[in-house]
């Protein structure tokens, strides 16, 4: 359903919340979702107060942002850990061109409205 | 969307993740969707685990459990304080009744499947 590339973030416990709400917002408008990896009660916790500031940053476009936890394996220095991913995407699954189709307000979009350069010649 | 009464459950630092997936699944199934609510990192932690376990609890019964984390300004013995809330329903919102019309295992539902008594007439 989604496409084989998602951009992971890694949050820890001195995150803030709104930084990571707004580089969460920024990719979901950009690729429609985005995952984030923690380890530990307090970088879980900045995430999902990030989840619900974006929530309201997206909002306006169309996105009803949801999450979806899962468990995750990982090895650190050698030590076997389980990590918490955040599967965060719209509820539809909607990708970016549908939403851009219909109520996105571009002037959100700084880097993407540039003029873009013509190749010299 | 929702019916105006959906079940609320307190989930602390101490709470058993299995314990609150299965309460979890359990109110899913029955009523198509749940809320929790959470003070602190460590509770929040607790039940975004249990999240994680209650989705394959009931991915058998095709619902794709997703959690839409809000903050809510709560007071405790005259101290306000935030609480984030994570409601947890279906992707699609599907109610229990569609649910069941199509690919739920009745056996797991020991109490909705006793037979009906007639009233007596």
């Known amino acids: 359903v989604r496409g084989p590339y998602?951009?992971?973030?890694?949050?820890?416990?001195?995150?803030?919340p709104n930084s990571v709400a707004g580089a969460m917002a920024g990719v979901v408008r950009q690729?429609?979702?985005?995952?984030?990896?923690?380890?530990?009660a307090g970088a879980l916790n900045q995430a999902i107060k990030a989840i619900?500031?974006?929530?309201?940053?997206?909002?306006?476009?169309g996105i009803d942002l949801v999450c979806?936890?899962?468990f995750h394996d990982i090895e650190i220095d050698g030590e076997g850990r389980t990590a918490i991913r955040l599967a965060i995407?719209?509820?539809?699954?909607?990708?970016?061109?549908?939403?851009?189709?219909?109520?996105?307000?571009?002037?959100?979009?700084?880097?993407?409205t540039k003029p873009v350069q013509s190749p010299a010649v």
């Not at 998602?6 to 803030?16: F, G, Q, T, Y």
């Not at 619900?52 to 476009?61: E, K, L, Q």
């Not at 995407?89 to 993407?112: I, K, N, Y």
């Open 6 to 16: 998602v951009e992971v973030l890694k949050v820890s416990s001195r995150s803030n």
């Open 89 to 112: 995407e719209d509820r539809e699954r909607r990708q970016p061109s549908a939403v851009v189709g219909s109520t996105v307000d571009l002037t959100t979009f700084a880097d993407t």
């Open 68 to 70: 979806v936890p899962t």
């Open 52 to 61: 619900a500031i974006a929530r309201g940053y997206v909002a306006p476009s």
């Open 31 to 40: 690729s429609g979702a985005v995952e984030v990896q923690v380890i530990g």
